[in-house]
């Protein structure tokens, strides 16, 4: 697949990211290892009879299991924190504070093989980082009491930078393994949460819809497209245009009467799309040989 192409299937996981916080509110009081436990079931099930449905099923038995392990861990990890993160803390400040993780692929990145950290990229970097750090001041300073859960957000976005970075370098796993790891993701938090929490299902058909709604999209389809992406495409560009996700997520929450609109937002969409854009430049920019 060429490099646009998985580049583009790849931002289609970030347009499926702005609704995460809104669904995660909505399916309240399901705690976090029981939210995790329904919605990877959701997507590892999907993606199941996707495979199937594919032909792909000879694929999976070339997977090593240390790719598995390491994509479930990867998957329980980061959802797990950012469900608890939600749950402690107001969900606009910390959904945003989980979405540093951009900025951690972004430096991050140039350690990987065959990539090369430009000076667009790092300007692009901190220059979308400075929009989603307005939006993230705005709210610490009008939230209080809810440090631990601000650093929880933050382990999260760690975590799902490491994630995307080692999921780079297994290029040679199928996109079909996400399936098996969102369904050994389940089956994890299943367990855990019947060991460690008490259990509380979603209050009445909208919020059995949220948890619907997060199984097939942000915790669904938007983690095999990411897959693609990540290991096809432009990791760099992917992370600095990622920075949308926290904007756009905010405004989900905005239009559903769950955070307050300002004029900080308008600022900040404009230091992030300049920051994207600043990035794509650099990302595209090819060295030409000397004539001669």
């Known amino acids: 697949m ?6 583009a299937i790849g931002f289609s996981a970030v347009a499926l990211w702005s609704l995460l916080a809104l669904f995660t509110v909505a399916s309240s009081p399901v705690p976090p290892l029981l939210l995790n436990a329904l919605t990877f079931a959701v997507g590892g099930g999907v993606g199941l009879i996707w495979v199937i449905a594919t032909g792909g099923l000879a694929q999976l038995k070339s997977v090593p299991l240390s790719a598995y392990a390491f994509g479930t861990l990867g998957l329980f990890g980061y959802h797990f924190l950012y469900f608890t993160a939600l749950r402690m803390a107001p969900a606009a400040e910390a959904g945003l504070i989980c979405y540093l993780w951009p900025l951690f692929i972004v430096l991050f990145s140039g350690l990987l093989p065959g990539e090369t950290l430009r000076a667009g990229h790092i300007a692009g970097a901190l220059l979308a980082f400075a929009g989603a750090a307005l939006i993230v001041a705005q709210g610490l300073s009008a939230v209080s ?4 859960g601000y650093g929880v957000a933050f382990l999260a976005a760690l975590t799902w930078a490491g994630y995307s970075l080692g999921s780079r370098r297994l290029k040679s796993v199928p996109t079909a393994a996400v399936a098996v790891t969102c369904l050994m993701t389940a089956l994890l938090s299943i367990a855990a949460h019947l060991a460690l929490e008490t259990t509380a299902w ?14 097939l999209g942000p915790v669904g389809l938007a983690f095999y497209t990411w897959d693609v992406g990540v290991k096809g495409g432009d990791i760099q560009l992917l992370g600095t245009a990622s920075y949308a996700a926290p904007l756009l997520s905010t405004l989900v929450l905005v239009v559903a009467g769950m955070a ?32 001669g």
């Open 260 to 291: 307050a609109g300002s004029v900080t937002l308008a600022v900040a969409a404009v230091l992030i799309t300049g920051g994207a854009a600043l990035a794509a430049r650099a990302g595209t920019r090819v060295t030409r040989p000397k004539a």
């Open 2 to 7: 060429e490099r646009s192409k998985a580049t």
């Open 145 to 148: 009491g809810a440090l631990t």
């Open 202 to 215: 979603p209050v009445g058909p909208l919020g059995w819809l949220a948890v619907l709604g997060l199984g």
